[in-house]
């Protein structure tokens, strides 16, 4: 599918509503070729795409502004399989998951990043910004790449954020890497999206990481039997078991709460029916 007949599916059809967010019913190649397009265009603002796990799910049932935030959000895909499954069970039109990994690598091992781009990272670490700028001048030279090591509480400082916003503006970034993991991308994303340029916000936590190479990604047979979790949770333990038995529970109030709601679908936004 090309990024004009992505453009035609969504003014046409209605966008399902999971956890009253507009889910979006493109696969992981036609969101990055539509990023990507997107980016290089003259709009009002800007864009955010995020890609909701049981994790968001659960967190989204107790505080208000990261739902606000989650419900706000351009392109909304299912990262999580549980919540792909869901959202299939609830007759939602969906390719399956769509994960921010696969975005990424869409977008950082392709060529649909052209020179008109300008990519400004937020990432969590020194070594992260080395590894995001000795990739920008292997694989793509001619585009301007800017790399920013987010500090402690990221988030929690306004005038940080602040600032930061404004050098993204003046950077003139299209597209906006939040790799600093949720809620705290998401929550700075619709937070300081109005002092935003023309450009994608991806809120899209380590997935930059794993992509450049600098996390191991999961074996192919634990990816085939979704069960990237017990993976990682048998890779951290200690840090991630509470976290992971929370967002289960979490999770499962939240559907709840959704199948009582009644929301099944409502018209497209306006940014995805019209494509400049």
Same mark, same amino acid.
């Given at each position: 599918?090309?990024?004009?007949?992505?453009?035609?599916? +969504?003014?046409?059809?209605?966008?399902?509503?999971?956890?009253?967010?507009?889910?979006?019913?493109?696969?992981?190649?036609?969101?990055?070729?539509?990023? +990507?397009?997107?980016?290089?265009? !003259?709009?009002?603002?800007?864009?955010?795409?995020?890609?909701?796990?049981?994790?968001?799910?659960?967190?989204?049932?107790?505080?208000?502004?990261?739902? &606000?935030?989650?419900?706000? +959000?351009?392109?909304?895909?299912?990262?999580?399989?549980?919540?792909?499954?869901?959202?299939?069970?609830?007759?939602? !039109?969906?390719?399956?998951?769509?994960?921010?990994?696969?975005?990424?690598?869409?977008?950082?091992?392709? $060529?649909?990043?052209?020179?008109?781009?300008?990519?400004?990272?937020?990432?969590?670490? %020194?070594? $992260?910004?080395?590894?995001?700028?000795?990739?920008?001048?292997?694989?793509?030279?001619?585009?301007?790449?800017?790399?920013?090591?987010?500090?402690?509480?990221?988030?929690?400082?306004?005038?940080?954020?602040?600032?930061?916003?404004?050098?993204?503006?003046?950077?003139?970034?299209?597209?906006?890497?939040?790799?600093?993991?949720?809620?705290?991308?998401?929550?700075?994303?619709?937070?300081?999206?109005?002092?935003?340029?023309?450009?994608?916000?991806?809120?899209?936590?380590?997935?930059? !990481?794993?992509?450049?190479?600098?996390?191991?990604?999961?074996?192919?047979? %634990?990816? !085939?039997?979704? %069960?990237?979790?017990?993976?990682?949770?048998?890779?951290?333990?200690?840090?991630?078991?509470?976290?992971?038995?929370?967002?289960?529970?979490?999770?499962?109030? &939240?559907?709840?709460?959704?199948?009582?709601?009644?929301?099944?679908?409502?018209?497209?936004?306006?940014?995805?029916?019209?494509?400049?």
């Amino acid at each position: 599918m090309n990024t004009s007949d992505l453009s035609g599916d +969504a003014s046409q059809q209605s966008r399902d509503v999971l956890f009253g967010m507009q889910i979006s019913p493109f696969n992981h190649v036609e969101v990055a070729r539509f990023i +990507a397009h997107r980016s290089a265009t !003259k709009r009002t603002g800007s864009r955010i795409f995020v890609t909701p796990n049981i994790q968001h799910i659960a967190v989204m049932r107790g505080d208000a502004e990261f739902k &606000a935030a989650m419900r706000s +959000a351009d392109l909304i895909t299912c990262d999580g399989f549980p919540v792909a499954g869901y959202a299939r069970w609830r007759g939602c !039109k969906l390719p399956g998951r769509v994960t921010g990994r696969e975005v990424v690598d869409d977008l950082l091992t392709s $060529t649909l990043l052209g020179p008109e781009h300008r990519l400004f990272f937020l990432v969590d670490s %020194v070594e $992260t910004a080395m590894a995001v700028s000795e990739w920008a001048a292997r694989h793509c030279p001619q585009i301007d790449c800017h790399a920013e090591v987010a500090p402690m509480g990221f988030g929690s400082d306004a005038d940080y954020c602040g600032d930061l916003a404004t050098r993204i503006r003046e950077f003139g970034a299209t597209i906006l890497f939040l790799c600093v993991g949720a809620p705290r991308s998401e929550l700075f994303a619709a937070r300081y999206r109005e002092h935003m340029p023309d450009c994608w916000i991806l809120c899209v936590g380590q997935s930059v !990481k794993l992509s450049l190479g600098l996390d191991q990604k999961p074996p192919a047979v %634990v990816e !085939k039997l979704h %069960v990237e979790w017990l993976w990682r949770l048998g890779r951290e333990p200690r840090r991630l078991f509470r976290r992971y038995v929370t967002g289960v529970i979490g999770f499962a109030m &939240a559907v709840i709460d959704d199948i009582g709601s009644g929301e099944h679908s409502r018209p497209a936004s306006q940014d995805m029916r019209i494509y400049n």
